[in-house]
């Protein structure tokens, strides 16, 4: 099956900084790519949706401030958090789908542990 | 708005026997997809079975199933031969397909399945 690679798997940083996670699909070209946020023992809250060369689509609650993203290419989308706090710490998921697809691939997944 | 529910947080199964995992849907469309998931403890989300809504013909993947019940709004999945590698959260999904595009995820709140040795 497709491969979706997310790195870094486990970032902790300061207070005030920005992280940035990064969503690359290794074998095929996604046109669209998605961001999830997920709680210990909750299920995936969607926090975007990307294309390709256009704004990503933030579903309601989601500061699009806070958490900028870019998909620059059809094998790459980056979440950043940005000023970071405590509350931001979290499991974030990128997806992707492949143009004419009904299946999204997942990453691994980012800890992300804001101190 | 689609709303999927997974009525079951945990459920166990010996090994080698075979366990049924419910979901349930509710969506005024014709035209959707209906996914599993499957999130083991290193929490790489993994596609375990696909069924298209206009296809009457329950999808199959080896071990796995689905009952997929239309007019009921139901999609279970039954897992044969159960073995410890099958120890995951297991989430159902649900995604329109009537305008292609930018179709999100909706997502049940999973249900845990421990295989008991």
């Known amino acids: 099956g497709a491969v979706v690679s997310q790195h870094p798997s486990r970032v902790i940083c300061k207070s005030g900084t920005s992280v940035k996670i990064e969503c690359r699909s290794l074998?095929?070209?996604?046109?669209?790519m998605f961001w999830y946020r997920q709680f210990p023992k909750k299920s995936l809250m969607l926090m975007a949706t990307s294309n390709e060369g256009s704004k990503a689509t933030y579903e309601q609650g989601v500061e699009k401030d806070k958490f900028l993203i870019n998909h620059a290419s059809l094998t790459l989308s980056t979440l950043t958090v940005t000023s970071a706090h405590p509350e931001d710490s979290s499991f974030y998921i990128c997806?992707?789908?492949?143009?004419?697809?009904?299946?999204?691939?997942f990453g691994a997944g980012t800890r992300l542990s804001v101190l | 708005a689609q709303t999927v529910t997974q009525s079951q947080p945990e459920m166990s199964v010996q090994e080698a026997e075979t366990v049924t995992l419910s979901c349930t849907y509710d969506?005024?469309?014709?035209?959707?997809?209906l996914f599993w998931y499957k999130q083991p403890p290193s929490r790489q989300m993994i596609l375990v079975i696909r069924q298209e809504a206009y296809k009457q013909q329950n999808a199959t993947e080896n071990r796995f199933s689905v009952n997929f019940q239309k007019a009921a709004k139901s999609f279970s999945l039954k897992i044969s031969d159960s073995q410890l590698g099958d120890a995951a959260m297991y989430f159902c999904a649900y995604r329109s397909a009537s305008n292609f595009g930018n179709e999100k995820l909706t997502f049940g709140t999973g249900t845990r399945l421990t295989i008991i040795p």
């Open positions: 997806s992707a789908r492949e143009a004419g697809g009904s299946i999204q691939y």
């Open positions: 074998d095929f070209q996604a046109t669209t």
């Open positions: 969506t005024s469309e014709s035209d959707y997809y």
